[in-house]
T-cell receptor, first 114, second 112 residues
Framework: NAGVTQTPKFRVLKTGQSMTLLCAQD?????MYWYRQDPGMGLRLIHY???????AKGEVPDGYNVSRLKKQNFLLGLESAAPSQTSVYFC?????????????FGPGTRLTVT | DAKTTQPNSMESNEEEPVHLPCNHS???????IHWYRQLPSQGPEYVIH???SNVNNRMASLAIAEDRKSSTLILHRATLRDAAVYYC?????????????FGDGTTLTVKP
């Protein structure tokens, strides 16, 4: 199993450009998440999905959109990139268990907006 | 939301035990205590979780206070590979997945 994979690994954008980050998981997980991590800080939840065709806002959703057309994929879009969106983006997936949910994280995408 | 408080940083010597504390004084009855760690330049990885009783797995042990207002992650013999940021998180299984926040964690340095 590949687990959680993210594409691309690195990207540099100019202010105002758009891009889509792709997250894929092969564990048949219902739940998927997008986080951002700024230098020296913890992870903050951007958007999440509890199943195919569903999405919901997390802690810091402004400036981002997401889609979950297939169960195994979760896309994060930036319509008009801003320097404040320079960060490392992590995708995660999980089952929902009675004891909470063990999240599996991807390796991250390092995005720089100039 | 119930929050956790962790020291910013801790140091340990290689092959010695490490006790990483976490305070969660506003924990609710439906909150599980989860620990993740993040190695340099990697995504976080799950370590352990528990509700009321102490828990052990191949990576670590979790000791939970009787009043559940604090917990301690125990690495029995620290290795250089254990140098990472450790996050203590409360997961409410009644609330939805949007309550999925990581704090700033504890940066563990392991000295040879």
């Amino acid at each position: 199993n590949a687990g959680v994979t993210q594409t691309p690994k690195f990207r540099v954008l100019k202010t105002g450009q758009s891009m889509t980050l792709l997250c894929a998981q092969d564990m048949n997980h219902e739940y998927m998440y997008w986080y951002r991590q700024d230098p020296g800080m913890g992870l903050r939840l951007i958007h999440y999905s509890v199943g195919e065709g569903t999405t919901a806002k997390g802690e810091v959703p402004d400036g981002y959109n997401v889609s979950r057309l297939k169960k195994q994929n979760f896309l994060l879009g930036l319509e008009s990139a801003a320097p404040s969106q320079t960060s490392v983006y992590f995708c995660a997936s999980s089952y929902w268990l009675a004891t909470g949910y063990e999240q599996y994280f991807g390796p991250g995408t390092r995005l720089t907006v100039t | 939301d119930a929050k956790t408080t962790q020291p910013n940083s801790m140091e340990s010597n290689e092959e010695e035990p490490v006790h990483l504390p976490c305070n969660h004084s506003t924990i609710s009855g439906t909150d599980y205590i989860h620990w993740y760690r993040q190695l340099p330049s990697q995504g976080p990885e799950y370590v352990i979780h528990g509700l009321t009783s102490n828990v052990n797995n191949r990576m670590a042990s979790l000791a939970i206070a009787e009043d559940r207002k604090s917990s301690t992650l125990i690495l029995h013999r620290a290795t250089l590979r254990d140098a990472a940021v450790y996050y203590c998180i409360l997961r409410d299984v009644v609330a939805n997945a949007g309550k999925s926040t990581f704090g700033d964690g504890t940066t563990l340095t392991v000295k040879p």
